[in-house]
């Protein structure tokens, strides 16, 4: 080719120009073309400032120093380093967004010795810069070719004046501008008919960059791709420029890769580089509608479906935001459009395909970018300058307006929900059932697709935090999404004004990404009480004290001059936000999910029991009406399935579960840090037991929901998913719930801990098979071997009075959780030892053997009355003629009545045959205790009550179809009621059966023989001892019968006045002044706290003997004897 040279390698040769306009390209005065006269400015330069002159756009200079690829080659100093260092700037030149492109060593030396006879030698020459030119824009002014395209208009000033141009910059703006021109003025592409050079014809291993699509090597014509469907360019002039202009810009990338080293060295360097930006400049143009018309706003940008294809020049996407943004409007006007197109083109997908994949990476490829010299990030800035960032509520429907109208909203609510939208349904369960495997690999498909998302915003959150221009905006959008959504862990909340599910569950995860670094000593627990909190906790219950308390306790501080509200760092706010994040997200998802589960489990057995029924209304007027309704509950039980299943992709995600978990572990070390500030040894959070009597306000005054949530979410996970507890965070967990079991003073709600019992409960492996490590691990903690018995026996009489309107069916359940946990304490011996040494110690297992009589006392008449009342209606079903005499209603009533006492009677059978066999194993090792004046006359009475159920004349209206439906075993029943009277087989026993006046007979006893012996419940020696009892019980009525005494009329001041019998042991019940018989008022207390007259409180050592009086009733006695 024949150009314009210069004397010297200089980029600016002292030569006439050719000015070029957009608009003419030879319109130009003959006396511009005298030799030496002052350069004038480039077309590129003229055509931007006089853009910028009449539309207010800010000119984009093309002055610039050479690109990073350039600066980076530099650094190359020998041929050898060069031809080795050469593979590695590939990776940094070529095209895309990022490359895990290998290039074998002794290829790239092959192909650069092949190529350089077709390259500029060793000493650079203008003519081969010219030469190289030519090569990356395709054109060619001196000779028409089939590989590139004819200039005409620099053809013919080269024709006239040899210096056609100023410098290669001028040079290649003429070329841009008249190559752009002619793109746009033409209605064909004249790249396209090019045929493939030997440029092109470089081996494939220079080409393509996983994030670029064409060739490097290509022709003239663009072979840049749009894979993806949705993502296609508008087809229009503008697109054709700008993929000329960027397929130059990537041609720079394979010219430095052909010739490495003198690529790395002005003048070639500065020339690729003055190319790279002069693409870039003229892209902006282009995309401004400098060369065609301006482009209307409502037009999508050109530029996003490159990037959404992920098919831009590596470098280019950086160097035009660091050429826009020092001129704002030009940026805002560029960017702007690119940005709310993302947002609002990701608002249409969901995980249906694998589309919604690409808008996130180009959002985080932008917040990713960095200007020069600095870790700004522009994008970042523009991005919260939208208006939509954080737009204001303008309904009630905060939430929701914030998934909706917000700036990364759409991100956040990319979800699989059902509720959220149907596409996941549609694709993936909308046919009829689905396996198990084809489930487990549809979820498994989606959950990568949701961590995908989450890794995804976590970046884009993480670069608007770190931007400092960005980082209060952030942290409001943050704290919006908490705020907006406060309503969300209400029971009944309107899920239209709130944000989805798919949008919390997203929120949570960037949060827990955020938050995972988090020292706690950078936490500061007065935050949630400052007024610079992000987070109102004035309206919640708190763990130990009242708003009063708190009131005065904020006042107190206040005044306090050592105190002072810290400005709240981001460490404590990004804590507290994710804590509450957990509470607005995964909790009341997983509740929901249950919800949903017991729905379909209760309309399984309606649609069951209409179906069984069929035969008996199939004639009736109402079958129609039946019938109808059971395909309206048919499509709504398959409504809720499919529902379930996105669900279950969504919440059984083993990732964010162990997450939550994680997170709960750092957060019951900051509990435990409240509750005990002092390290140990070794630096870890150091406990011991017992607790400072008060609990410090720190503690007392958070929310209850704080500890709640730690709770429900283990039983969630326990239920659905125990693999998840397998992690090293568990061990604090359990600790911390030995120390509020065991500590419940420092929390004023009963239920609160009730629950942290719950999940010790479900952690045994006899409930929970999986968790067997896990409960070892609890029962073996050196807090629980020394304090958890005594603290579970306590709150099983605790719970008696809780305040609760179900305080009497609340306490059976907690009481049967108690129960089961004790059953396997009493199995491990340090255990065992510790409950041995607290029953033999004080009161307090006095007072739990009196709760557990009571209760075995109600569960079991309530179990053998339905028990009865199942037989009555059995027994009227079978009887045919009987039955067919009761009127449909009736047939239905009784029906109804049968199901009712059926589930009644599993659930009081459960809970009476745990505390009958806690009465079992206890009597086996401990039998003092029982036999205290106040527990054995009512424990041998509630014994002998028992028995005469099983064994007396109305025994067979127990009997019932299948009774193992209901739990219901008489001979194992019979065998531990039997085997209770043989453990405490004493005189002091015999002695309270014999006073037991309303159940005892000999013959009850002999009928209890009879059954043993028959049905070999018991061994013979057992029968014979316990026939022993029974002659030992007759013994004693003989000898009673024999010396009894009638007192006749008894003082009343000698009789007590609850039970208007004769005291023996007198006593002043100080808060009424009442005088009682001992035993009876220890009877009471056992029951109650409090002065059965009065209701304040008592205890046994406030009672005074009122010896006097007891001294004159035995002086009575006395004179009734004689």
Not at 378 to 404: F, Y
Not at 433 to 453: P, T, Y
Not at 817 to 838: C, D, G, M, V, Y
Request: one cysteine or more.
């Amino acid at each position: 080719m024949a150009g314009g040279q210069s004397s010297s390698p200089s980029t600016s040769p002292q030569a006439k120009t050719s000015t070029l306009s957009p608009t003419s390209p030879r319109d130009q005065s003959p006396a511009s073309g005298q030799s030496g006269a002052q350069s004038s400015p480039s077309p590129v330069l003229q055509s931007m400032e006089d853009n910028t002159s009449s539309s207010g756009t800010v000119a984009m200079t093309t002055e610039s120093s050479p690109s990073p690829q350039s600066s980076e080659k530099q650094s190359m100093d020998t041929a050898d380093s060069c031809e080795k260092s050469s593979q590695q700037s590939m990776a940094d030149v070529d095209s895309g967004i990022e490359t895990n492109m290998e290039v074998e060593e002794m290829e790239v030396k092959t192909e650069s010795k092949r190529k350089r006879d077709v390259s500029i030698g060793s000493d650079s020459s203008d003519k081969l810069i010219t030469s190289a030119v030519c090569r990356i824009c395709r054109v060619s002014w001196t000779e028409k070719s089939q590989e590139s395209v004819y200039l005409p208009e620099l053809g013919e000033a080269s024709e006239h004046d040899e210096q056609a141009y100023l410098d290669f910059k001028d040079l290649i703006s003429q070329i841009l501008t008249e190559v752009l021109l002619m793109l746009t003025t033409s209605n064909e592409n004249p790249f396209e008919s090019l045929k493939e050079s030997a440029y092109a014809k470089s081996p494939s291993k220079y080409g393509v960059s996983p994030t670029s699509i064409s060739s490097l090597g290509s022709l003239g014509k663009s072979v840049r791709q749009f894979p993806i469907q949705k993502f296609q360019p508008e087809k229009c002039k503008e697109t054709t420029v700008l993929n000329y202009l960027l397929d130059c810009y990537e041609r720079v990338a394979l010219e430095e890769r052909m010739a490495p080293r003198r690529s790395s060295s002005p003048p070639l360097s500065t020339v690729l580089a003055e190319i790279r930006n002069q693409s870039t400049c003229f892209a902006i143009l282009v995309m401004q509608g400098v060369f065609t018309e301006p482009r209307l706003s409502s037009s999508p940008p050109l530029l996003l479906p490159y990037l959404l294809n992920q098919n831009l020049p590596r470098g280019f996407l950086q160097e035009l935001v660091h050429v826009t943004c020092q001129q704002k409007h030009t940026f805002r006007e560029l960017f702007t459009p690119i940005l709310q197109e993302l947002s609002h083109t990701v608002r249409k997908l969901s995980f249906d395909t694998d589309d919604y994949r690409q808008p996130i990476l180009v959002l985080n490829e932008l917040c990713e970018i960095k200007t020069s010299g600095s870790n700004a990030r522009p994008i970042c800035s523009l991005i919260v300058q939208q208006e939509n960032w954080l737009p204001e509520p303008m309904t009630d429907a905060q939430g929701m307006e914030l998934q909706k109208l917000s700036f990364l909203g759409p991100f956040f609510g990319l979800s699989v929900f059902a509720e959220d939208g149907t596409k996941v349904v549609d694709k993936h369960f909308s046919g009829g059932q689905i396996s198990s495997d084809s489930a487990s690999l549809v979820n498994q498909s989606l959950r990568h697709g949701m961590e995908f998302v989450r890794v995804e915003l976590y970046k884009v959150l993480h670069a608007l935090l770190v931007n400092g221009d960005t980082r209060e905006a952030a942290m409001n959008f943050t704290s919006a999404c908490v705020v907006r959504n406060l309503k969300r862990a209400q029971m009944q909340a309107d899920e239209n004004m709130l944000a989805g599910e798919g949008f919390m569950l997203n929120f949570v995860a960037v949060m827990q990404h955020l938050a995972v670094k988090i020292k706690l000593d950078k936490v500061d627990p007065f935050y949630i009480y400052s007024p610079h909190s992000r987070i109102n906790i004035t309206e919640d219950s708190r763990l130990k004290v009242t708003s009063q308390e708190i009131t005065k306790w904020l006042e107190e501080l206040g005044k306090n001059p050592s105190h002072a509200w810290q400005d709240p760092k981001f460490p404590t706010e990004c804590f507290f936000l994710t804590l509450h994040s957990h509470h607005l997200s995964i909790l009341p998802i997983a509740r929901k999910y249950q919800r949903r589960v017991r729905a379909m489990r209760d309309l399984t057995r309606i649609m069951e029991e209409l179906q069984n029924t069929e035969p008996q209304w199939k004639l009736l007027p109402t079958a129609s009406r039946n019938h109808e309704l059971l395909n309206r509950w048919k499509s709504q039980a398959n409504r809720l399935q499919r529902g379930k299943l996105c669900a279950d992709a969504a919440l059984f995600d083993e990732n964010l579960l162990g997450r939550c978990l994680q997170f709960y572990g750092t957060f019951v070390q900051f509990l435990l840090k409240l509750v005990c500030p002092l390290p140990t040894r070794h630096g870890a959070i150091g406990v011991s037991l017992p607790l400072p009597k008060d609990a410090p306000m720190l503690f007392a005054a958070l929310p209850e929901y704080y500890v709640e949530d730690i709770s429900d979410f283990l039983l969630f996970v326990l239920q659905y998913m125990p693999q998840v507890l397998n992690d090293t965070s568990i061990q604090d967990i359990i600790t911390f719930m030995v120390v509020v079991v065991c500590s419940p003073s420092y929390i004023s709600n009963p239920y609160l801990v009730a629950k942290l019992i719950e999940v010790m409960f479900v952690i045994n492996p006899n409930i929970q098979p999986r968790t067997e490590k896990l409960n070892e691990m609890l029962l073996m903690n050196p807090l629980a071997l020394e304090h958890l018995s005594p603290a579970l026996m306590k709150f099983y009489t605790d719970i008696e009075t809780t305040g609760s309107s179900n305080e009497f069916y609340d306490k059976f359940s907690i009481r049967y959780h108690i129960s089961i946990i004790f059953k396997t304490l009493w199995q491990i011996p340090a255990h065992r030892a510790n409950l041995i040494q607290e029953a033999m110690s004080g009161n307090q297992f006095v007072r739990f053997v009196n709760m557990l009589m009571n209760d075995t006392t109600f569960l079991l008449d309530e179990s053998l009355d339905t028990l009865k009342s199942i037989h009555e209606i059995q027994d009227l079903m079978e009887n045919s003629e009987e039955w067919a005499k009761e009127s449909r209603e009736q047939q239905q009533s009784r029906q109804r009545q049968l199901a009712q006492d059926e589930r009644q009677c599993r659930s009081y059978l459960t809970l009476a045959s745990e505390t009958v066999e806690m009465f079992h194993y206890l009597t086996k090792g401990i039998q003092k205790p029982f036999l205290k004046a106040e527990l054995v006359d009512r424990l041998a009475a509630m014994l002998n009550f028992n028995l005469q159920q099983l064994c007396g004349p109305k025994c067979n209206h127990l009997k019932v179809k299948t009774p193992k439906k209901y739990g219901w075993e008489p001979k194992k029943l019979l065998d531990q009621l039997t085997d209770i009277y043989l453990h405490l087989n004493c005189d002091e026993f015999a002695q309270a059966i014999a006073n037991d006046e309303r159940s005892y007979r000999k013959e009850l006893f002999d009928d209890a023989i009879s059954r043993l012996s028959k049905h070999v419940v018991k061994t013979t020696t057992e029968i014979e001892e316990f026939r022993f009892l029974q002659s030992k019980v007759e013994q004693i009525l003989v000898q009673r019968n024999k010396s009894a005494l009638d007192f006749g009329e008894i003082p009343e001041e000698f009789k007590d006045p609850l039970m208007d019998t004769l005291m023996a042991d007198p006593v002043l019940v100080p808060p009424s002044g009442t005088i009682m018989d001992r035993p009876v008022i220890l009877r009471h207390l056992l029951n109650s706290q409090t002065d059965p007259w009065n209701r304040q409180h008592l205890t046994e050592d406030m009672l005074i003997p009122d010896t006097d009086l007891k001294k004159r009733i035995e002086e009575w006695m006395k004179s009734k004897q004689k």
